[in-house]
């Protein structure tokens, strides 16, 4: 039980292991890397897994030389994408059988409809965003699978948001991975280029919202007046 309690302790802090895992494998840590990418990315069941503190220091060692930063990029991004994409597709087939009865209360067809209206709008965002927080990147994919979101607009922007999140979390542990103080202070530092990569679409967020409340609200407004001042 040792052996297999130690396995699973790798796999669930394998960026705490890198060292360990990178003298033993070699060049298979690469597909080892790609495995849990895609698995994190790829199944609702395991969010668990290392994924923005596995990129992050993965670029950290790549500035080492202990491993290549062009193929670290390319073999995470390709993971990325096609985990996402599994995700998707696995929704997109369990959603229309979970909720096909109209009738249901927890999962009325209506909700799936309601999903669907929204990744239509706002998927794109969505999908990208997603990418970097937790447990919720995990989810994303498969709910606008689920929804049926178009594939043709999920895959663009599953793409978009595949490589960005790599290459972010990546060349963030190459550029800074190895300076003391942020090797004391790991998770602030991830959780800080995290925050600085979605602010943008944060703030652009609210301000789509703000701008559909005082449309709303002028609307509103337009009906409530009377008939001879609108004249």
Do not use: C
């Not at 895992?21 to 690469?30: A, H, K, Q, S």
């Not at 060349?171 to 004391?184: P, S």
């Not at 800080?192 to 509103?220: C, V, W």
Request: proline content about 3%; aromatic content about 14%; cysteine-free.
């Amino acid at each position: 039980m040792g052996g297999i309690d130690f396995l699973v302790d790798v796999l669930l802090n394998l960026d705490k292991h890198l060292d360990l895992v990178i003298r033993n494998y070699g060049i298979w840590t690469y597909a080892i890397f790609f495995v849990v990418i895609f698995l994190e990315t790829g199944f609702v069941v395991t969010p668990f897994l290392p994924g923005d503190s596995l990129l992050f220091a993965a670029g950290a060692f790549a500035s080492l030389g202990s491993l290549d930063l062009k193929w670290l990029i390319v073999v995470l991004s390709i993971a990325a994408i096609i985990g996402d994409t599994v995700n998707y597709w696995i929704g997109y087939v369990t959603g229309p059988r979970v909720f096909s009865k109209d009738r249901s209360r927890f999962l009325n067809k209506k909700y799936l409809d309601r999903t669907h209206q929204f990744y239509e709008r706002y998927g794109g965002k969505t999908i990208i965003l997603a990418r970097f927080i937790p447990i919720i990147r995990t989810f994303a994919p498969f709910v606008a699978g689920m929804g049926m979101m178009t594939y043709s607009r999920f895959i663009t922007y599953n793409i978009a948001g595949g490589i960005g999140w790599v290459v972010i979390l990546v060349l963030g542990g190459y550029f800074f991975g190895n300076i003391a103080l942020v090797k004391q202070n790991f998770s602030v530092a991830i959780f800080t280029i995290i925050l600085i990569s979605i602010l943008p679409g944060i703030i652009e967020f609210i301000r789509h919202r703000r701008g559909n409340h005082a449309e709303r609200e002028k609307r509103k407004m337009k009906r409530e007046l009377p008939k001879e001042v609108l004249k």
